[in-house]
Nanobody, 123 residues
């Protein structure tokens, strides 16, 4: 059974950095068959996608609110996706979720989520 497990969240001061990791297991195909994304949801707000990386790692996309501060990366043989977050702001406080989406016609309906990891930016 497909599983995504996030880690690396925690409490950090404004201006600090965190690196989130997402470990994938139990997928029917290698991780290079899936686009991967990080989303976040703050209390009282809708979930938003903050970063996406294509299945081959050649394309990355960022929300305007994090562009230039966050970097998404993937190591397909290790089945791991990362989100490096720098210059964190209090508005970045949220639960961060890892998301896998099928990148082919065969996997077009595949959409799987992790349980999330809390990131809190505060003094």
């Amino acid at each position: 059974q497909a599983r995504l497990v996030e880690s690396g969240g925690g409490l950090v001061q404004p201006g600090g950095s965190l690196r989130l990791s997402c470990a994938a297991s139990g997928f029917d195909f290698g991780l290079d068959h899936y686009h991967m994304a990080w989303h976040r949801q703050a209390p009282g707000k809708e979930r938003e996608r903050v970063a996406l990386i294509t299945s081959d790692g050649r394309g990355t996309y960022y929300a305007d609110s994090v562009n230039g501060r966050f970097t998404i990366a993937r190591i397909n043989p290790n089945n791991t996706v990362y989100l490096q977050m720098n210059n964190l702001k209090p508005d970045d406080t949220a639960v961060y979720y890892c998301n896998a989406m099928g990148a082919s016609y065969t996997l077009r309906n595949f959409d799987h989520w992790g349980q999330g990891t809390q990131v809190t930016v505060s003094t």
